[in-house]
T-cell receptor, first 110, second 113 residues
Framework: LAKTTQPISMDSYEGQEVNITCSHN???????ITWYQQFPSQGPRFIIQGYKTKVTNEVASLFIPADRKSSTLSLPRVSLSDTAVYYC???????????FGQGTTLQVKP | EADIYQTPRYLVIGTGKKITLECSQT?????MYWYQQDPGMELHLIHY???????EKGDLSSESTVSRIRTEHFPLTLESARPSHTSQYLC????????????FGPGTRLTVT
């Protein structure tokens, strides 16, 4: 399984764009890159998933370069309610199993 | 919005008691999962099921057991609770596609005294 590296924590201010980068140097050919968000005392929530290039939904954008060794989650104009832990997970298309790492704790300040 | 439910939300119980944590989903998902998460720590997969009568152990060894008699129901049982079992238990479900898109319940916070 691909090992991921992402910053332990990040700080931002309301209204700013936040980019969280995840490294996954040994990602497998059939792995999708999936991001989850988790608020305190709640279960994780799926945010976005992609294979390569750019994916955008109503919550975030995901940028994946051609070599797929990293990915960047972009949150536009964050608010205080975006304070959470964000997890980057490569997921095999044939297993669907999630291996959670430490994630990135994003603190949004007023 | 996903419909996956866990009961109880909070449970404080004494050592040696048998407990069952309930998890139900109304989405008709074949795949279901149990995760364990200590405060501020990573989630670890402890059990999963790919359908009725199918259960597998996850990546983290657990003394709990699970059963999958109905598609919508995936209960987790601890025969004899110990303080080391104190944790948050999260249930999730998914379809086969897209891979890795799981819907999580609100969790059960278990405290064993």
């Amino acid at each position: 399984l691909a090992k991921t590296t992402q910053p332990i924590s990040m700080d931002s201010y309301e209204g700013q764009e936040v980019n969280i980068t995840c490294s996954h140097n040994n990602i497998a050919t059939n792995d999708y890159i999936t991001w989850y968000q988790q608020f305190p005392s709640q279960g994780p929530r799926f945010i976005i998933q992609g294979y390569k290039t750019k994916v955008t939904n109503e919550v975030a954008s995901l940028f994946i370069p051609a070599d797929r060794k990293s990915s960047t989650l972009s949150l536009p104009r964050v608010s205080l309610s975006d304070t959470a832990v964000y997890y980057c997970l490569p997921v095999g298309s044939n297993t669907g199993k999630l291996i959670f790492g430490q994630g990135t704790t994003l603190q949004v300040k007023p | 919005e996903a419909d996956i439910y866990q009961t109880p939300r909070y449970l404080v119980i004494g050592t040696g008691k048998k407990i069952t944590l309930e998890c139900s989903q109304t989405m008709g998902h074949d795949k279901m999962y149990w995760y364990q998460q200590d405060p501020g720590m990573e989630l670890h997969l402890i059990h999963y099921s790919y359908g009725v009568n199918s259960t597998e152990k996850g990546d983290l060894s657990s003394e709990s057991t699970v059963s999958r008699i109905r598609t919508e129901h995936f209960p987790l049982t601890l025969e004899s609770a110990r303080p080391s079992h104190t944790s948050q238990y999260l249930c999730a479900s998914s379809e086969y596609l897209p891979p890795g898109v799981q819907y999580f319940g609100p969790g059960t916070r278990l405290t064993v005294t």
